[in-house]
């Protein structure tokens, strides 16, 4: 089983639509969860960090589920600016982020 | 606002040539890391860094691979003898290490070529 496993998409939604997704991981150990954003061909950028209790950012709420391992992403009021690929990161232990294959979102006018 | 910086952009190499890859990571972060991602595949973890010695390595990194910090500011990868496989994106990232890992930071990665 591979340490984290996403949803590969693509979504394709509207603008103004909701799309959330979910990534799931294998190690019931791990102690961090992240969401980053990938544009093409450029670098992780960390939209956010999953806390055990739910966050939310703007349009953005992320979610923890430990005890089915698996944590989600859902984007409100989708943008044109929010096509991207969508990674989920964890920390199966204390000194590496491992990460999913990405979720490709696409956001059309 | 502080970044990971990776130098050069682009880099491309004869097979079995060495190249150095450089980062200079975010100046108060403790941990650092290499990570690659091969043309349309997923970000793989090479190797973490702490206190000037290799907290974990993947089994990608191989004998081929090594890394330094060879002064107080800088961050390097080495491959000794190239392949073509090696042909990717190479990121480097610096987190904080506040008792758990914390957010990680990447650089705009160095695109290795290998021909």
């Known amino acids: 089983r591979k340490e984290v496993e996403q949803d590969p998409g693509p979504f394709n939604v509207p603008e103004g639509a909701t799309v959330a997704f979910n990534c799931t991981y294998s190690?019931?150990?791990?102690?961090?969860f992240f969401w980053y954003r990938q544009d093409c061909r450029k670098e992780p950028k960390l939209l956010m960090s999953?806390?055990?209790s739910g966050n939310e950012d703007g349009r953005f709420t992320a979610q923890l589920n430990r005890a089915s391992q698996y944590i989600s992403l859902l984007i409100r009021d989708s943008k044109l600016s929010d096509s991207a690929t969508y990674l989920c990161?964890?920390?199966?232990?204390?000194?590496?982020?491992?990460f999913g294959a990405g979720t490709t979102v696409t956001v059309r006018a | 606002e502080p970044e990971v910086t990776q130098t050069p952009s682009h880099q491309v190499t004869q097979m079995g040539q060495e190249v150095i890859l450089r980062c200079v990571p975010i100046?108060?972060?403790?941990?650092f890391y290499w990570y690659r991602q091969i043309l349309g595949q997923k970000v793989e973890f090479l190797v973490s860094?702490?206190?000037?010695?290799?907290?974990?390595k993947s089994e990608i990194f191989d004998d081929q691979f090594s890394v330094e910090r060879p002064d107080g500011s800088n961050f390097t990868l080495k491959i000794r003898s190239t392949k073509l496989e090696d042909s990717a994106m190479y990121f480097c990232?610096?987190?904080?290490?506040?008792?758990?890992?914390?957010?990680?930071?990447f650089g705009q990665g160095t695109r290795l070529t290998v021909v």
């Open positions: 990232a610096s987190s904080e290490y506040q008792g758990s890992f914390t957010e990680a930071f």
């Open positions: 190690n019931s150990a791990s102690q961090s």
């Open positions: 999953v806390y055990s």
């Open positions: 990161a964890v920390t199966p232990g204390d000194y590496k982020l491992s």
């Open positions: 100046s108060n972060h403790l941990y």
């Open positions: 860094f702490y206190n000037n010695e290799i907290s974990e």
